[in-house]
């Protein structure tokens, strides 16, 4: 069941279109992931789900609500956490809680909250004084006080070391696993494979792709690189062997290293075609194709370019 239907929304700043008919869904209990390199419109498109501004054209709805008309409802039932988030640095934790507790009717306890984020000892601690991990913590928390069936989270690890990031994406699987739904709004491709079931990739205003992070990699059409040392050749030219093998495109080699370049499934085909003529090869790797080769082939430019 989608609780979230997003349909043909647009958005516009004077002459510039920011949005530009926008559509995808969001499926109660999954972490739908939204995709891009900033400036590409992600996060216009939360604030409008969100009913933070309001949108020129299109339809938006949140389990069943329109976010304009239908506000005030929606609010009791979403959790947001917005990309630039800050607090007074004097403002001590519980404080913060207890404040946006008091926002809702019915918010959760937020005093679990502190053990299940593990805040229980920064209790009192000024936000100030947390480290940016524990500040993250602090936010998931506060978008969860309302008791929320579905949270927005933007950019949540972004300015974070390789550790609390690691450690706030198991934090973002225990919302879902509360039965929380999660849209996840990144421009990091590890952290989009690692978390969503879904993906929406976006690229100057618009949705380019919906699909699993696998589904995005599998169906790219780009050529990548299998690798390998000959160890024995029993008179077998490795470089001559996979000139008829469905995929390859071509074959290099320098001394007793092999690179071998292609699409699809040729791997599989090369391997078969080295034991059978009895070669044999170490190191063998095979280049992995990413969500930015996914891009590369979505939208002709690198994900990492100039927007």
Known sequence: MAVIEVTD?????????????????????????????????????VECVEGLRRPDAGSIRVLGLDPVKDGRALREQIGVQLQ?????????????????ASFYAKPRDWRELLEQWGLADKRNARFGKLSGGQKQRLFIALALVG???VAFLDELTTGLDPQARRT???????????GVTVVLVSHFMDEVEELCDR????????????????????????EHQMRFTVMTENGADPAGLFDDVPGVSGVSRTGNRVVVTG?????????????????????LRIDKRT????????????????N
């Open 9 to 45: 929304l647009t958005k516009r700043y004077a002459d510039l279109t920011v949005l530009n008919g926008v559509s995808f869904s969001v499926e109660d209990g999954e972490i739908f992931g939204i995709l891009g390199p900033n400036g590409t419109g992600k996060t216009t498109t």
């Open 84 to 100: 630039h988030t800050q607090l007074p640095e004097n403002l001590k934790v519980w404080e913060a809680l207890d404040l946006y």
């Open 147 to 149: 008791n929320p069936r």
């Open 291 to 306: 969500l930015d080769d996914a891009f590369l082939a979505l939208t002709g430019r690198s994900f990492t370019s100039d």
């Open 263 to 283: 699409r699809g499934d040729f791997a599989t085909a090369v391997t078969a075609r080295l034991a059978r003529h009895h070669v044999l090869v170490s190191d």
């Open 199 to 222: 993906v929406a990739v976006f690229d100057r205003g618009s949705v380019v792709a919906i699909d699993t992070p696998a589904g995005l990699i599998e169906g790219i059409d780009a």
């Open 168 to 178: 706030t994406w198991e934090l973002i699987k225990q919302v879902r696993a509360s």
